[in-house]
T-cell receptor, first 108, second 114 residues
């Protein structure tokens, strides 16, 4: 079993939809949780960074961490075609583990 | 903005060749990393460095070595390239802290070993 599980998709939604991206993990010691966005032929860029449990909101993006369930989510409201990318979750304590990434397409 | 520059976008090498992948960052970051990215496997850490001339093994160091002679430059070396090293290689840097610090990535080098 992988330490971090992420559904690779692909996920296709119409413009304006609410998108939910999720990761599960097995290591209860993880304290740092991040979401990266990777456009085609580009490197990943940090989207959200949270420590421990709770929610964090930044514009149309909300990150949620539920440590009791070992489950993290990224919500995108009012999705736009420019949100089309691969989204990687990452988490760790003394070292970082990445999910395989979910490919998202937002159709106009 | 932090810029992490990888010298080659695409690289094709033959089995057994020695391969150098170069990475430069322009924001005086302490930490630098090399990852490889493969479909279905996500990013896996090869090596990282916290300071000049310092290096630490990541999860998959076999077949690779690194060099950090200057703070801004971190090189990944494939001593004798093999076909299973065909992959996307990503360099990253971070300002302070351990491996949990937010990373700034380059745009990657897609290496094909034939």
């Amino acid at each position: 079993q992988k330490e971090v599980e992420q559904d690779p998709g692909p996920l296709s939604v119409p413009e304006g939809a609410i998108v939910s991206l999720n990761c599960t993990y097995s290591n209860s010691a993880f304290q740092y949780f991040m979401w990266y966005r990777q456009y085609s032929r580009k490197g990943p860029e940090l989207l959200m960074y949270t420590y421990s449990s709770g929610n964090k909101e930044d514009g149309r993006f909300t990150a949620q961490v539920d440590k009791s369930s070992k489950y993290i989510s990224l919500f995108i409201r009012d999705s736009q075609p420019s949100d089309s990318a691969t989204y990687l979750c990452a988490m760790g304590n003394n070292d970082m583990r990445f999910g395989a990434g979910t490919r998202l397409t937002v159709k106009p | 903005d932090v810029k992490v520059t990888q010298s080659s976008r695409y690289l094709v090498k033959r089995t057994g060749e020695k391969v150098f992948l170069e990475c430069v960052q322009d924001m005086d970051h302490e930490n630098m990393f090399w990852y490889r990215q493969d479909p279905g496997l996500g990013l896996r850490l090869i090596y990282f460095s916290y300071d000049v001339k310092m290096k630490e093994k990541g999860d998959i160091p076999e077949g690779y070595s690194v060099s950090r002679e200057k703070k801004e430059r971190f090189s990944l070396i494939l001593e004798s390239a093999s076909t299973n090293q065909t992959s996307m290689y990503l360099c990253a840097s971070s300002l302070v802290g351990g491996v949990n610090s937010p990373l700034h990535f380059g745009n990657g080098t897609r290496l094909t070993v034939t």
